[in-house]
Structure formats: C-alpha cells, structure tokens
C-alpha cells in the first residue's frame, strides 16, 4: 500500500484515464444489495462515467441501459450454466477453499467447465464494448472471473487491464485442492496489475506460481487494501448523533443506559457468527450484573438461500439466539435483537452512530467493509471496534481491539477491554482510526491501482 500528496495523484490519474474509457467488469451488479465488491464499483463507476458489465443471475433478456451517467451491461447467462458456474464451483469450491479450513471444497469437472465458459461469455461481453476503444481500462473483480484477464489479453492488445482479487489467497497446502489452480494463476497473470486485500496474500499467490508458468507480458502484483467512500454520510440523511440514537432506541426499545454491540454480517460460516454468539452467551453466564445493562444487536442477511449449506448454518444461529434469550432474557429485556433482512443504507448508519460498538469476528475475510463504514459514520469520535485479526482490515486498523475469535477466552477478554474502556482512551482510538480510513478511500484505492499501470511497472515476483 503507498501513500502520497493526494492532489498529485489526482491529477496523474487525470492523464492516465484522458480520452480513455473505464470498463468495470464484475459477477454481482448494482442491482445487487448486499456485498463488498459492488459498494466498491458503485462511486467508482460513477466518477468515471463507467461501463459496468456484470452477470445476469440466470436472467435473461436485460437491457442495456444507463442509470446516473453509468452503462449498466448483463451478460445472458442461463439459470442451468449459472448455478453450476456460481453457487457450485464459485462457492462451493473457491469461497469454501479460500475462507473455510474445516469444510473440504467440492470442485467437479462440470463445474469447472460451467466457469471457463461463463468466463468466455463475459470476454466477448468486454470485446464487443471495448474493440472500438482505443486505450479501455477495464477494471475485473474478483475470483469469479479470475480467467478472464487472459482471455482478454490477445483480443484486445491496447487495453490496460487490472484484475484484484477480493478475498484471502489461500496457503498452497490448502491450495492444492484445486485441481485447476495453475489455471487460475494463469488467467489472472493476463492482467497488468493484480491486486490483493494483504501482504500475506499477495505472498500466498507468489508461492503457488509454478515454475515455467506461460505468462504473458509483465504483471505487477501489489498490495491494496480495499476501501469506502469518503466522507460516508455526504449521501445520507442521519441528523444528529442525538436524533440517530433516539431513533434506534425506540425502534429497539433500548434503555440509554444499555452499553450496545452491533454485528453486521451475511450468513456464512467466514463470519464467525456461531463463534460470537457462544462468547456472548459465556459472558452472560460470567456476568450477571450485566444482564439488563447490556445489549446485542445482530444483524444476518441470508444471501444463498438455495444452497443448503447456508440455510442450515442460518438455522444454527436463529437456534443459538433463540436459546440464550430464553436462558438469560425476560419479559422486558432481550439480551440479543435479531435483525434477518438486508437494510438499507439510512438504517444501517443510524445503527453505526448509535451503539457503543461494533464487533467483527470474521473467520476468514478478505477485507471487511462494514468496519470501515462503521468508522467512518462516527463523526463524534466515539465507539469502539473489536475486530478480528483474521479480517484483512485488521492489518490496518491498529487502533481496534484485537482479538483472535476462535479463543472463546481472547474473545471475552476483548468484551471486557471495551466495556471498560475510558472516554479518553475511547476517543483517541476512534479518531486515529477516521484518519486512517479517510486518508485512503475507495477512489484512491482505485488510483493507486490506476498509476501502477504505468509501462515501467515490473513483474513483482
């Protein structure tokens, strides 16, 4: 990750974009609620006056339209190809082999070539946009297309393309399940930047390169961890710190003097969900004095309803909730609120800039947006951050309360640290972690990528 005067950098980025088109390619579009990748592309997509090609979900038949300056472009994929592309070798084989060390991905051969041809489709999506452009950027997100970089590299010789990949790379023993992992590595080397979340990635993707791979041109590999748009609240209408917390507790029927957390996540095993709840419930047990004097929101969104898999691991935690309100809760209070449904943008700020805490305990994440936005929504410089160290975010954010959610005891010493934390000390690790997330946001995330591109660039291994 590389810092520098901003205004030079803009004004770089100015002259490597002049009279060139943006092509920002990814599976999910903006039609999509949920998920990291597209609140990346959203304010990226708009300052460029984008293209934004993305997958049609088994749709077929969607137009290409515009929507704020912005050409939305579907790729036609059928509910069949999709399925087997998507939910079984994107999420059953790679999520579960980059996030998941306790459950064997299933990679099968139809998956596999259900994905090279999904890939395929989306390059002649990106050719047929960018054959009459005569200098595209085109900008391809994530492991779902993780192909495509190469196949676009011989069709279209003066296109300048960037891949990042958004999730952990896994260590090469765990690697090594992929039967198509050289395949992988090659497809993403076509790019002429790659980018990834950590060092540690970016590690574990240099160690699995074989010897003699067929690369094509010279590839950086950098480092960037990715980011939010800055300031976060200049799109929303949340009033007053007062107003928001007003709002929320009486939607919540919360007591002002109720310390509260907030967990915010998709129902994935990644997420760590089980493994916070059963620490909940251990404080509880530790703890009576808090009963009725402290408060958990937790927030679940259930985005893979067809894979079975997800919808018992959902099952799981409505259990798990369910039984620690019946052991500890009352008539009057509940010590966990459940929330089940995507919200949207206005209610999720007014929760960030309303509870005492955020508290994340990926498993397993590339990244971790919702930290960053929790952060950036606490103009009072207040709240506190307990953040798993195995979130990518963890590697910057310094100034949260670190913590290792597989040790139920690390856990419950990171509950403890906040709780007792003093105003004084609350305040100056909030502050120091808003100048960090303003001092690299999404666009210079995307501008430092952007100024690697330049020819002298070398193959960073």
Not at 110 to 136: H, K, M, T, W
Not at 202 to 209: K, N
Not at 430 to 444: A, C, E, T
């Amino acid at each position: 990750m590389k810092y520098g005067c901003r205004q030079h950098k803009t004004d770089t980025i100015h002259r490597i974009v002049n009279q060139k088109t943006v092509i920002f390619v990814s599976n999910s579009g903006p039609d999509r609620l949920v998920g990291g990748v597209v609140s990346l592309i959203k304010p990226l997509a708009k300052r460029f006056k984008a293209t934004w090609i993305s997958a049609s979900n088994g749709i077929t038949n969607q137009p290409t339209h515009e929507d704020e300056g912005v050409v939305l472009r579907k790729v036609s994929i059928s509910p069949q190809a999709y399925k087997s592309y998507y939910d079984d070798f994107c999420n059953g084989g790679l999520w579960t082999l980059c996030h998941d060390q306790n459950v064997e991905p299933l990679f099968r051969e139809g998956d596999f070539n259900s994905y090279v041809a999904v890939n395929q489709l989306f390059a002649s999506e990106v050719i047929r946009c960018a054959e009459d452009i005569a200098e595209p950027i085109i900008f391809i997100n994530d492991y779902q297309l993780a192909l495509l970089p190469k196949l676009l590299r011989s069709a279209l010789p003066h296109a300048k393309i960037l891949f990042y990949w958004h999730i952990p790379w896994p260590a090469y023993g765990r690697l090594t399940a992929c039967p198509w992992r050289t395949e992988l590595i090659n497809g993403i080397l076509g790019a002429d930047n790659a980018g990834f979340q950590t060092n540690q990635d970016r590690d574990h993707f240099i160690s699995a390169m074989p010897e003699g791979l067929d690369i094509e041109g010279a590839t950086n590999l950098g480092v960037y961890p990715a980011s939010i748009e800055w300031p976060a609240l200049k799109n929303s209408q949340p009033g007053s710190m007062a107003e928001s917390r007003a709002a929320i507790a009486k939607q919540y029927q919360l007591q002002a003097s109720n310390y509260v957390y907030l967990s915010v996540d998709r129902v994935d095993c990644s997420k760590g969900i089980i493994e916070r709840l059963h620490a909940i419930e251990k404080i509880l047990n530790l703890n009576p004095a808090l009963i009725k004097n402290i408060q958990f929101i937790q927030v679940y969104v259930q985005t893979r309803p067809l894979v079975l898999k997800s919808r018992e691991y959902e099952s799981q935690i409505t259990e798990l909730i369910a039984r620690i309100n019946h052991q500890y809760g009352s008539n009057d209070w509940q010590p966990i609120i459940s929330e089940r449904h995507t919200l949207t943008k206005e209610k999720l700020t007014y929760l960030y800039r309303s509870v005492n805490c955020l508290w994340v305990s990926s498993l397993a994440d590339g990244q971790n947006l919702i930290c960053k936005e929790f952060i950036a929504s606490r103009d009072d410089d207040d709240g506190v951050l307990i953040l798993s160290k195995h979130a990518g975010a963890a590697k910057e954010l310094c100034d949260a309360v670190i913590y290792d959610p597989l040790n139920e005891n690390d856990a419950i010493d990171a509950f403890n640290q906040t709780i007792s934390m003093s105003d004084a000390e609350r305040k100056n690790r909030m502050i120091s972690l808003r100048q960090h997330v303003r001092s690299y946001d999404v666009h210079l995330w995307m501008d430092q990528q952007l100024l690697d591109l330049r020819e002298e660039a070398p193959l960073a291994f």
